[in-house]
């Protein structure tokens, strides 16, 4: 892990909708805190809220949507991704590396505003 360089991430997960608000707070501040634990710095958190999903994912047609931007080692994804896998609450997840460009020129994010 060290010597390593940041790299720039974006992460969308989906949380359970039937979640209150404080239990979503609390779902949204663990994937925080894991990602600044492992030395990674939050860029930017953005909640698009309830929205209904596509297809039916573990008996649910609506998923409660979040962004994440965030700078991390390449070394501490695999434990991110193993966190979302190990949590029941969070319904689909993904890490992408973003580009510096991408992340400061996407226009709306996801309230979906041009």
């Known amino acids: 892990m060290k010597g390593e360089r940041m790299r720039l991430y974006e992460t969308v997960f989906i949380l359970d909708p039937k979640l209150e608000d404080d239990q979503l707070s609390e779902e949204i501040s663990k994937v925080r805190d894991l990602i ?4 990674g710095e ?3 958190v953005e909640e ?5 999903l596509a297809y ?3 008996g649910n047609r609506e998923g409660y949507y979040v962004l994440i931007v965030f700078r991390a080692e390449p070394s501490s994804i695999p434990g ?4 979302y896998r190990l949590n029941e609450k969070v319904l689909r997840h993904i890490v992408i590396v973003a580009t510096e460009k ?3 020129t996407k226009a709306g994010g996801m309230s979906g505003e041009a």
């Open 36 to 39: 600044t634990d492992s030395g």
């Open 80 to 83: 991110i991704e193993r966190s």
């Open 42 to 44: 939050i860029v930017k």
């Open 102 to 104: 991408r992340s400061e």
């Open 48 to 52: 698009g809220g309830k929205r209904k």
């Open 56 to 58: 039916e994912i573990k």
